[in-house]
């Protein structure tokens, strides 16, 4: 039993400690996907859903949650949002040939046709990011044409 209560102490201790120590936020000034919405253009509503679904995890501007003060889910958030910023960084968008737009789009087809974005873990928490049929149908729509539109080396208009 003593083994046990050290043990916990020493967690508890370590626990402490974390909250001392945080991530790098990802925080960024100004309109930071401008150029993205630019080139492809969504409409209103698919820029909407493009906001409260993905510019979290894939863009330089995280809304973070109240929770995300308490280590060590701001560990976890932190890792979550920079494999999301390596798969796809909307911030980023012109930096990318248009091989590569045209590739990242259809990957967002994939995933939404596959019904992996946006993630379980995410749509738990932020119940405005849950799509429905229609909306995952509009994106999938927007990110066909405009991947088209790469393919051509032309800019959506």
């Not at 510019?55 to 501007?61: A, L, Q």
Request: one cysteine or more; glycine letters at 2%; proline letters at 4%.
């Amino acid at each position: 039993m003593k083994i046990m209560k050290k043990i916990g102490v020493a967690l508890l201790l370590i626990l402490i400690a974390l909250q001392f120590y945080r991530p790098q936020r990802n925080l960024s000034q100004g309109n930071h996907t401008a150029d993205f919405l630019k080139e492809t253009n969504p409409s209103p509503e698919v820029r909407m859903m493009l906001q409260n679904t993905c510019y979290d995890c894939h863009s330089d501007n995280t809304r973070y949650p109240w929770y995300n003060t308490v280590a060590p889910i701001s560990f976890f958030l932190s890792k979550h949002v920079d494999e999301g910023k390596d798969e796809l960084n909307f911030s980023t968008w012109d930096t990318y040939s248009d091989t590569r737009k045209s590739h990242k789009l259809e990957e967002v087809v994939e995933v939404l046709e596959n019904g992996e974005m946006p993630l379980k873990s995410y749509t738990w928490i932020h119940s405005e990011a849950q799509l429905t049929a229609d909306q995952r149908n509009a994106v999938i729509e927007w990110a066909k044409r405009s991947r088209v539109l790469y393919q051509l080396n032309q800019q959506p208009q």
